[in-house]
């Protein structure tokens, strides 16, 4: 992943290299996750109202180097956390992700 970006409604996801037809079409493709963290006098603190976000659709851009996702109920304040199906996304070239993983902290809702 090159970059994830805040839609409205969802996330965008950039990739490096374009994806593979057909690859990254499915919203099982996706685990998309949020939470929040209640403030201690510690670094961090626990995650609450830890939840899934369902997938309702997938769009794969014409180049194939975007998915945009659109989800249910995301929230703002909360940290989005995205992971990725290594065994079903791959590129074009046939190259496996090199990180599946992405936490955006979703401060505000564009």
Do not use: C
Not at 48 to 63: F, I, Q
Request: hydrophobic fraction near 35%.
């Amino acid at each position: 992943m090159l970059a994830v970006r805040a839609k409205s409604d969802g996330v965008e996801i950039e990739f490096t290299e374009p994806l593979k037809e057909g690859v990254g079409e499915k919203a099982s493709d996706y685990d998309i996750r949020q939470w929040w963290f209640k403030p201690t006098g510690n670094y961090g603190g626990p995650k609450l109202d830890n939840e899934s976000l369902p997938v309702k659709s997938v769009n794969v851009s014409s180049d194939r180097k975007k998915v945009t996702l659109q989800l249910a109920g995301m929230k703002s304040k909360h940290v989005v956390y995205i992971h990725l199906n290594r065994k079903t996304i791959v590129s074009q070239n046939g190259n496996n992700l090199w990180s599946t993983e992405a936490w955006y902290t979703m401060n505000v809702l564009p």
